[in-house]
C-alpha cells in the first residue's frame, strides 16, 4: 500500500489549495479514503471520509462550507479542494485509509497559511 499526497504550500489567508492523495496496491475503489490534518501541538484530526462510491463527508466542523473532498477511482486519487484557507488550516495534510485492520498513511503533505 502507497499514498502519496501533494500540492501542499505557503497561501494567504483567503487563498485557495488543492492536496491530491495518489494511491496504490489496493483496490482503490472498494475502501473507504480520509483526508486527516495534524497542527504543531494538536492531536491529529479527522477532516473528511470519501466513500467508495464517491459520496464526501466533511468531518470538521471549522472547514465546513470551505472544504470539498473527492475521489477519481479510474486514477486512483482523492482530492481535497480548500477554499478561503484561514491560518487556523495551517497543518500537516494526509491521506488515510484502512485495510483489514490495519490504517495506512502517506508522509503528509504541509499546508502554511500566512500573509
Known amino acids: 500500500v502507497q499514498l502519496v499526497e501533494s500540492g501542499g504550500g505557503l497561501v494567504q489567508p483567503g487563498g485557495s489549495l488543492r492536496l491530491s492523495c495518489a494511491a496504490s496496491?489496493?483496490?482503490?475503489?472498494?475502501?473507504?479514503m480520509k483526508w486527516y490534518r495534524q497542527s504543531p501541538g494538536k492531536e491529529r484530526e479527522l477532516v473528511a471520509n470519501?466513500?467508495?462510491?464517491?459520496?464526501?463527508?466533511i468531518y470538521e466542523d471549522s472547514v465546513k462550507g470551505r472544504f470539498t473532498a473527492s475521489r477519481d477511482n479510474a486514477k486512483n486519487t482523492v482530492s481535497l479542494q480548500m477554499n478561503g484557507l484561514e491560518p487556523e488550516d495551517t497543518a500537516v495534510y494526509y491521506c488515510?485509509?484502512?485495510?483489514?485492520?490495519?490504517?495506512?498513511w502517506g508522509q503528509g503533505t504541509q499546508v502554511t497559511v500566512s500573509s
Open positions: 470519501i466513500l467508495s462510491g464517491g459520496e464526501s463527508i
Open positions: 496496491g489496493f483496490t482503490f475503489s472498494s475502501y473507504v
Open positions: 488515510s485509509v484502512l485495510i483489514r485492520g490495519t490504517r495506512y
